[in-house]
């Protein structure tokens, strides 16, 4: 069953508004997790490292006033898109892993975000 | 720096025939592990199989193999007897074990495989 769970798998906001995406390890903790995003028919790129209790680690390139990444717990990260604009729209996916660099990243399904 | 290249952009497969999708690799790093994942048109990422810097045999998983030739610093997924459902996005990926990484997985740009009947 999945390990990572993501929520809204959707959503759809107006211009201007804020958008939360949560981003949960089910079955073990998660001191690190990772956000990324995807354009239609391209790779995942990297936007950022979640780290909990600490303030993530952004990518060159990627705002971070407008990508607020929280790390709360060891089983939650959440991604809040502020002030959206239709540019943002796109797909988010989270994920996290139970060890390093020998070990695979488990991804929450994503979020479709569109902004109006 | 960490870099991956995937340099087919679509591939075309008979169904039941077999399929080597290419990936190579860089980094500065021993230690790193490389990871296929297939991503569906649903979005979600599918983990398929991993190999690491040190193993000495190729990983095998299932239908699935790696072709890894670490002097080339290539990891090719190799899906024998393809199926319809094979059809996907393909990512070949690597984490190093640098300590000024935090593990981040870096991807390639991806293989699109269309399986035909």
């Known amino acids: 069953g999945a390990v990572v769970s993501q929520h809204p798998s959707w959503v759809i906001c107006k211009s201007g508004t804020s958008v939360k995406i949560e981003c949960r390890s089910l079955?073990?903790?998660?001191?690190?997790m990772f956000w990324y995003r995807q354009f239609p028919k391209q790779s995942l790129m990297l936007m950022a490292t979640?780290?909990?209790?600490?303030?993530?680690?952004?990518e060159q390139g990627v705002e971070k006033d407008k990508f607020l990444i929280n790390h709360a717990s060891l089983t939650l990260s959440t991604l809040t898109v502020t002030s959206a604009h239709p540019e943002d729209s796109s797909f988010y996916i989270c994920?996290?892993?139970?060890?390093?660099?020998?070990?695979?990243?488990?991804f929450g399904n994503g979020t479709r975000l569109t902004v109006t | 720096a960490q870099k991956i290249t995937q340099t087919q952009p679509g591939m075309f497969v008979q169904e039941k025939e077999a399929v080597t999708l290419d990936c190579t690799y860089d980094?500065?790093?021993?230690?790193?592990?490389l990871f296929w994942y297939k991503q569906p048109s649903s979005g979600e990422m599918i983990f398929l199989i991993y190999?690491?810097?040190?193993?000495?045999q190729n990983a095998t998983e299932g239908r699935y193999s790696l072709n890894f030739q670490k002097a080339r610093k290539s990891a090719n997924l190799v899906i024998s007897a393809s199926q319809l459902g094979d059809s996907a996005m393909y990512f070949c990926?690597?984490?190093?074990?640098?300590?000024?990484?935090?593990?981040?997985?870096?991807f390639g740009q991806g293989t699109t495989l269309q399986v035909k009947p």
């Open positions: 979640s780290n909990e209790g600490s303030k993530a680690t952004y």
């Open positions: 994920s996290a892993s139970r060890g390093h660099y020998n070990s695979p990243l488990h």
């Open positions: 990926a690597m984490r190093d074990g640098s300590s000024s990484n935090t593990g981040k997985l870096i």
């Open positions: 980094t500065s790093d021993p230690s790193y592990g």
């Open positions: 079955d073990f903790q998660a001191t690190t």
């Open positions: 190999q690491g810097s040190y193993d000495q």
